[in-house]
């Protein structure tokens, strides 16, 4: 027996740590009745029990411990939120880390760079606008819908733009866990976007809901942009919210589709007083 | 308020004492070099301490560590279209499952780990570092969790793949050995090259 079920099967033994493939009840009802799969199964736990630790055995080069101590030691006081400490401490990395072949995404000019990811952003709000149909939140928002839309728009621009978007790539850490902020907003699942098929994401899109206000939250790298929380409009008027993470790492840009925007807005300012 | 949430974290002395081997091994093993996994390891420390107020769920730090690793590592690497090519053109064998013990060297392991493009290889290496699924995977590195199961299926299979085979083909090379044939474990790696 070797057909798209097994396969499929296979696929989730591939994906599932040891722990839950014994207890996943889809596997265990077809192995019972498969000894090709069940076969597969077995030898993936052999070779997973064999593979892992010797994966993790690598010897760690002496001294290494007290150089990372030495050089985080000078940020361990400090009120890292503060954005000047973001400055000096990009200083302090700046000297600690060893030139490398750096991706071409370099931080230059960065109120040209804001300019233009704004404008970018900006752009893909509008196209946004005519082709979103407003979902729940909690439902998954699909890559290739979402894909689609900023793919479209790519086009019409000048891949330059899009390229001076540094890598984002950090929705897990910035909408997952990280951001305090967004801690209570219901978000339907984060799709990374990569626009140039770059592994990288240079930018990443969810479907929110908080409180009364619902829509679409666009996430991206924006390390140098200094701006406080602001409110403007699209060409078409509907209000596009404007902020930065409390680190100052990332850029938002908010379509509110529900609600008042201004009352989001005073509810954003009110984490940064 | 920002007290409240820096207590989630310990000191940065706790978090580069708890986590700083394992940040170390993930990174040697996605960079397979231990320069860069110096460097790397260094960085994401700098830049881990810099957020760690952020961090909510202490119980996911350390996956939030090896994410910052691979971001880390990403900046410094170009896109190798030519090697994800030629990865995703690797065939793979799917019915030979006999073999139940494995004895692969650490050579070996990491020259299989190089050949995989670092968008297959940092789901392995969650998989196995931090032993989860699919779903937390696609989580941490914020992307679809069909992409995550179609690049961790894909990843897995050539790893056993080129890994059973170099079993098979140091087996084959110690038989011959034992039949008085010592050109045979080095013809048997040229070939492989
Ligand atoms: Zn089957």
Not at chain 1, 25 to 47: G, I, R, T
Not at chain 1, 162 to 178: K, N
Request: charged fraction near 30%.
């Amino acid at each position: 027996m070797n057909n798209q079920e097994c396969d499929e099967i296979r696929q989730r033994i591939d994906c599932l740590p040891a722990r839950e493939r014994e207890t996943d009840d889809v596997l265990s009802s077809h192995l019972m009745d498969c000894p090709e799969c069940h076969k597969y199964a077995e030898f993936q736990n052999s070779f997973d029990r064999q593979l892992r630790p010797q994966l993790l055995e690598v010897a760690i080069p002496e001294g290494l411990k007290e150089q990372i101590l030495q050089s985080t030691s000078a940020l361990d006081d400090c009120d890292l939120s503060e954005s000047e400490d973001s400055v000096q401490n990009a200083e302090v990395e700046a000297e600690l880390v060893r030139p490398a072949t750096v991706r071409q995404h370099q931080r230059g000019s960065s109120l040209l760079k804001w300019v233009i990811a704004g404008t970018a952003v900006a752009s893909v709000i509008v196209v946004m606008m005519f082709q979103w149909t407003p979902a729940d939140p909690q439902q998954r928002l699909t890559y290739d819908a979402a894909k689609d839309l900023l793919l479209a728009q790519f086009q019409e621009m000048s891949p330059e733009e899009w390229d001076r978007l540094s890598p984002f790539d950090q929705s897990f850490e910035t909408l997952g866990i990280v951001d305090p902020q967004l801690s209570e907003w219901t978000r339907s699942e984060t799709v990374g976007m990569s626009l140039d098929d770059d592994p990288q994401h240079e930018v990443a899109i969810c479907e929110f809901r908080f409180r009364q206000w619902s829509g679409v939250l666009i996430t991206f790298s924006a390390d140098e942009f200094d701006g406080v929380p602001e409110q403007s409009y699209s060409a078409s008027g509907q209000s596009v919210l404007q902020w930065r993470s409390p680190g100052g790492d990332l850029a938002y840009v908010c379509i509110v589709e529900q609600g008042s925007a201004e009352e989001l807005l005073t509810e954003i300012l009110g984490n940064f007083a | 308020m920002q007290s409240e949430r820096s207590s989630h974290l310990n000191s940065v002395g706790d978090l580069v004492e708890d986590h700083y081997a394992d940040v170390y091994r993930f990174a040697y093993r996605l960079s397979g070099s231990h320069a860069d996994a110096e460097d790397l390891t260094q960085q994401a420390f700098l830049t881990a301490c810099r957020k760690r107020y952020q961090v909510q769920d202490p119980d996911r730090i350390r996956g939030w560590l090896l994410t910052i690793v691979r971001n880390t590592f990403l900046k410094t690497r170009q896109r190798d279209e030519r090697m994800i090519a030629a990865f995703e053109d690797v065939a793979v064998s799917s019915n030979d499952f006999d073999s139940d013990t494995f004895r692969f060297d650490e050579e070996t392991l990491q020259k299989a780990l190089n050949e995989i493009p670092e968008h297959y290889k940092t789901p392995l290496l969650l998989y196995y570092f931090e032993e989860i699924g699919y779903k937390e995977i696609g989580e941490l590195l914020g992307i679809p969790i069909g992409t995550v199961m179609s690049r961790l299926s894909r990843a897995r299979s050539v790893l056993r793949e080129r890994l059973c085979r170099e079993n098979e083909t140091s087996e084959i090379s110690e038989t011959e050995d034992s039949r008085n044939n010592p050109a045979s474990e080095v013809s048997a790696k040229q070939k492989d090259q």
